[in-house]
């Protein structure tokens, strides 16, 4: 599933901050990152080396916060086998027989629980 949030995450980085998202597929509540500053924003290089240096520590940083972010999606989003897309925890059920988001299931005319209730579902 990783590989797949991977390819989904949406690169939002500027030259000072690192900022991903990804949305459900189903609600379409977007699920980012909080935002992380490169250590080197408005730090001007003195020297072509230094500049060269500056862009390799980038690459390094944005790698990282991609990273983190990857791992920050999968904690609330799940893949649904049905449809193949990827859902947030308060559309995907967990079911008797096959875990699904709630459209699947519906169609399937199965029933479920979902990973994280809606808020408006506790207080009932």
Known sequence: MKK??????E???TRDVFLFRIACGACG????????????AEVIPQTPKKAALYEVLYAQELE??????V???????NYC???????CNRCFLICEDLDMCKQCAS?????GIPVVPDILEIAI
């Open 11 to 13: 690169n939002l980085s």
């Open 29 to 40: 509540k977007e699920y980012g990152n909080s935002p992380v500053r490169f250590s080197k």
């Open 107 to 111: 169609a399937m005319e199965e029933t």
């Open 4 to 9: 797949l949030i991977e390819l989904m995450l």
């Open 64 to 69: 990282t916060a991609r990273l983190s972010a």
């Open 81 to 87: 086998p049905i449809c193949k897309r990827l859902v």
């Open 71 to 77: 791992r920050d999606a999968a904690e609330h989003l």
